[in-house]
């Protein structure tokens, strides 16, 4: 991806996008959902839309899900 086409798909914004804030005190939910081997996208959609739209923050919660799923 070059500079443009990153802030193109970053201005793309789900709008039911809840944001950073909101995201931040759910992690823990998204964290026994997923160990639980529950559907974010079904019970958050909100929260799902947001992690579809922050990469980085999608790959290291699915990382630590995955230890936590592990550790059961």
């Known amino acids: 991806m070059n500079g443009w086409s ?3 798909e970053f201005l793309r914004t789900d709008p039911r996008d809840v ?3 909101q995201a931040m005190k759910m992690m823990h939910i998204y964290a026994d959902l997923v160990a639980a081997g529950a559907s974010v996208q079904e019970r958050y959609p909100g929260f799902a839309a947001h992690l579809r739209s922050v990469r980085p923050v999608r790959r290291g919660l699915r ?10």
Do not use: K
């Open 19 to 21: 944001g950073c804030a």
């Open 6 to 8: 990153e802030l193109d």
């Open 63 to 72: 990382r630590a899900a995955g230890r936590i799923a592990r550790r059961g």
